[in-house]
């Protein structure tokens, strides 16, 4: 089953008692779905219910099932069920729950005596939700009057002129702020996980240049060319030397610029903290993977950025080369870093040393579509960016059926068209499995991007019916 109309928490309670009742409950609408819970008779789900004769029903039905009336079950079509104009749609028929509505018309008497027991001792966890709002109050009144004070114009003691405030806001603390929980595993939301594609990554403006600086630039290197003719191309033993020093530096300095560095893993404190580090060593932090040419995480983790950063990134590492190169004011050998981690390895079956050395990793999905049903996890969303930077694409708008898929699924080959889905979703693809069409769950892309090899077999990867 599923619903429209409802929002926020009206919304949270028609999915419980969907669930309560014995049935599923899906996020999205096929012909598949026995029934369909609307909030009114509008809508681009109602109006395919009706095109699919798919029964639509009112909360009130719900209600019904939920309370014990089993006829609701098979008076769908009641047209008490299809009025959608309810005063109140969680109305409950309280005929139907006698038995639990005898203690509310029972009273419960308190005493002021008791009541002023109560008062005077209150339960522990009462009084811990009082002093934790007490705090928050301080703490909010704490920072208030520090934003006040930051606020404040100065007065020149010289001049007696008002100083305005800053314009731009001081830089935030590197290891203050407030932390955001870090979630392990593949539904990671991190600082640049969620959009690879990041209009705001300072990787978009690479390949945009001042053209007044470039001009300049220009300009300087004529003077140069021709101070150096006027000179009759003289140039001593000292000018020599400063000029080799000179390009050695620059080409150094070219080579640090080089270097695209992606954070993943990170609470955001820490976040920000290694990332004004990286820029003061000269560097680049980048969220988008493709740009990346090293990865630092503070241990092994399937998160969406790994996934993505394994088919471009030439070195994954600690974040103590980070700390100990900004120590040392310069880039520090990469070897002594290395992020290994044998359990990892041994538990997902790769080795990601041998991963990072394969040239072509970027390639791995190349030519292959993707179809992917819509309650996997790591979501679809997440999932599609992770083939996109394997090479692959996803193509979502329509799934193809048994003979389009046969027709580029060659028997003698590897598949070309890969369906991942997951147990939940398996009745989208019901008819695929009949036919014999092998078909993959999410696991089967995340060891090929960490193995940089694809393995087609099926008893892997997704439980058949």
């Known amino acids: 089953m599923t619903l429209t109309g409802f929002e926020g928490r009206d919304r949270d309670w028609v999915k419980e008692m969907i669930k309560i009742v014995g049935a599923k409950y899906t996020s999205y609408f096929t012909r598949h779905n026995h029934a369909i819970i609307c909030k009114s008779c509008e809508g681009d789900k109602y109006k395919k219910a009706k095109e699919w004769k798919v029964p639509s029903v009112s909360i009130q039905w719900l209600n019904d099932v939920f309370f014990g009336n089993m006829n609701a079950v098979q008076c769908m079509n009641n047209p008490k069920y299809q009025n959608f104009r309810l005063d109140d749609p969680f109305k409950i028929e309280y005929t139907l ?11 419960i008497r308190v005493t002021p005596t008791t009541y002023e027991k109560f008062k005077a001792n209150p339960p522990a966890r009462i009084k811990r939700k009082a002093e934790k709002q007490r ?13 006040e004070q930051n606020n404040q114009s100065a007065i020149d003691p010289t001049t007696g002129q008002f100083i305005p405030p800053p314009l731009h806001p001081p830089n935030p603390p590197l290891n203050g702020g407030g ?5 392990n595993g593949d539904s990671v939301k991190e600082n640049g996980d969620l959009n690879s594609n990041d209009g705001n990554d300072p990787m978009d403006q690479d390949g945009t240049t001042n053209n007044d600086s470039k001009n300049e630039e220009d300009k300087n290197k004529d003077k140069t060319a021709v101070n150096s003719t006027n000179n009759d191309n003289i140039m001593k033993p000292n000018e020599t030397t400063n000029s080799t020093a000179s390009e050695n530096n620059n080409s150094k300095d070219s080579e640090t610029k080089q270097l695209k560095i992606m954070l993943s893993g990170f609470v955001r404190s820490e976040y920000d903290e290694l990332e004004a580090m990286v820029k003061e060593l000269g560097a680049e932090v980048t ?17 969406i950025s790994f996934l993505c950063a394994i088919s471009y990134v030439k070195f994954i590492l600690k974040p103590s080369w ?9 880039l520090l050998d990469v070897a002594d870093y290395r992020l290994q981690d044998p359990d990892f390895e041994k538990q997902f079956g790769c080795n990601i040393t041998k991963t990072l050395q394969k040239p072509d990793r970027h390639k791995l999905f190349e030519g292959r579509v993707f179809y992917l049903t819509p309650s996997i996890f790591p979501s679809w969303k997440k999932l599609k960016v992770v083939i996109e930077a394997a090479g692959g694409s996803v193509d979502n708008k329509r799934r193809r059926n048994v003979e389009q898929i046969r027709e580029v699924n060659k028997a003698d080959r590897d598949p070309v068209y890969l369906i991942i889905t997951c147990e939940h979703d398996l009745h989208i693809v019901t008819d695929i499995l009949k036919a014999k069409i092998g078909i993959f769950n999410t696991e089967f892309v995340k060891s090929a991007v960490m193995r940089g090899k ?9 439980t058949t019916i």
């Open 97 to 107: 729950v006698t038995n639990l509505m005898v203690a509310w018309k029972n009273p």
């Open 135 to 147: 705090l928050e109050k301080e703490e909010a009144k704490r920072m208030r009057e520090a934003e």
């Open 179 to 183: 932390d955001q929980k870090m979630v």
């Open 287 to 303: 969220s988008q993977a493709k740009f990346a040419t090293h990865l630092v995480m503070p241990k092994m983790g399937r998160t």
């Open 322 to 330: 980070i700390r100990q190169s900004h120590k040392e004011k310069k």
């Open 454 to 462: 694809m393995d087609f077999d099926l008893t892997k990867s997704i």
